[in-house]
């Protein structure tokens, strides 16, 4: 497989969790608030992943997203502009996995999702012109 493959493979999967944010969102009730912002986590975090995938950077085995997306600020600076998104999804990695003492509400699974998006979507815009080419 070639290693835009293995990029597209890993944006597959972030897409793929980003549907199913969506879809605990907008069609089940009662929401399941807690998966949409586990899911929300893993998308960014796959995109992120793919990102560094796409530079051939060997990226660290974490789910702090934070750190990954600091990797990223290293082949590209705009990444700091989505540092505080990444920061605010990390704790859904676990928190929205197990029962914790901390309830989430609509609105905090509802910004999960759109700071998810917005981190995908700019992994995204680096890496499909360039995989065109």
Do not use: G
């Amino acid at each position: 497989m070639s290693d835009i493959a293995w990029v597209h493979r890993w944006l597959k999967r972030a897409n793929d969790d980003l549907t199913t944010a969506r879809h605990v969102m907008e069609d089940l009730h009662p929401k399941l608030l807690e998966v949409c912002c586990y899911e929300s986590q893993q998308a960014a975090e796959k995109a992120l992943k793919a990102y560094l995938i796409f530079k051939d950077f060997r990226f660290p085995l974490t789910h702090e997203l934070f750190k990954l997306c600091d990797a990223c600020a290293s082949f590209d600076i705009r990444f700091n502009d989505y540092a505080d998104d990444c920061a605010d999804l990390t704790p859904y990695a676990v928190h929205a996995r197990y029962p914790m003492n901390e309830e989430m509400d609509e609105p905090e699974a509802q910004a999960a999702l759109r700071k998810a998006e917005r981190v995908v979507r700019f992994c995204v815009s680096l890496i499909a012109p360039a995989s065109q080419e």
